[in-house]
């Protein structure tokens, strides 16, 4: 849905993309795959800010953020500022003279000296329906809550935590077993669409921007490790959305109880069976059906793949072979 189109005050068709210099702030997945569109579309990315290089995984190894990657392969400047407040930052920025900033999850908020510097603003592109999930983690926070339909909004940026002005909104639907990954990844797509729709008409001045209400206004925070931790007196419904939502990161767990203590478990795949309730105690691994399930509060989690703590992941039929106690444990 466009916001607030009026009548062209300037010629879209006078400005050729290539003349139009954007920057991007962007880091994951989710931000390269809308740098990409505009790549595609044919605007001049004269640079590409991002978060540093993170250690990753096991080994411990460096990895470039997604972001990072693509502008390389395209010869376009990355720059890696831990601090865009300092005046060697917004220098680096007034020297390429943007004419639009993009951005999209880049994990910091834009100071004032920066987002006045491009002559037609900044844009960010949220995965929310805002004034709803504005913050770190809105993606997760849709499949937490259960929504049916979230969506992408793209914002005039201010100084504020996802607050600006929206220039367009577009919504879609969340399937049933839609997980934080399948989701972004729709509504990357839906967002870079979105983007080069907008982009000529905000130029060309045919939007009306449409103030947020903030009486509607809810946040969600940067999700941590401890939050995949299961608490099984919740019903089965609660602890599949939080598996879907926490698949990618940080994962979600429980503690099995061994002769040497407790060790972490993750449940990398399950199922949900949310009419079935065998009446055992939340958290006591059973054999139900032809399949080993976990009783929750209401319902049970049946479990496919599993992980024990420093283990590799492996199907949970694999897992009670090496674990024989595992039928009857009770998971905490």
Sequence with gaps: MMIGISPKIRSWESLRKENIK??????????EKILKEIITAGYSVVAVFTQPDKKFGRSRMMKKSAVKELAEKKTIPVFESQNLRQEKAVKEIMKLRPDLIVVAAYGKILP???????????????????????????????????????GITLMLMNEKLDAGEIINQESISIKKKDTTHSLSEKLADVGGRALLETIPLWISGSIKPTLQNEKEATFCRTVKKEDGKIDWNDPAETIFRKWRAYKVWPGIFAYFTLRMGKKRLKLAEIEMEEKEDIGELPGKVIKYKDKIAVQAKKGLIVLERVQLEGKKEMTVEEFLKGHKDFLGNVLV
């Design 22 to 31: 954007i920057i991007f702030f962007g880091t994951p997945h989710f931000a």
């Design 112 to 150: 004032k000296s920066i987002l006045e510097i491009p002559k037609y603003g900044a844009i960010n592109i949220h995965a929310s329906l805002l004034p709803k999930f504005r913050g770190a983690s809105p993606v997760q926070e849709a499949i937490l809550s259960g929504e049916n339909k979230t």
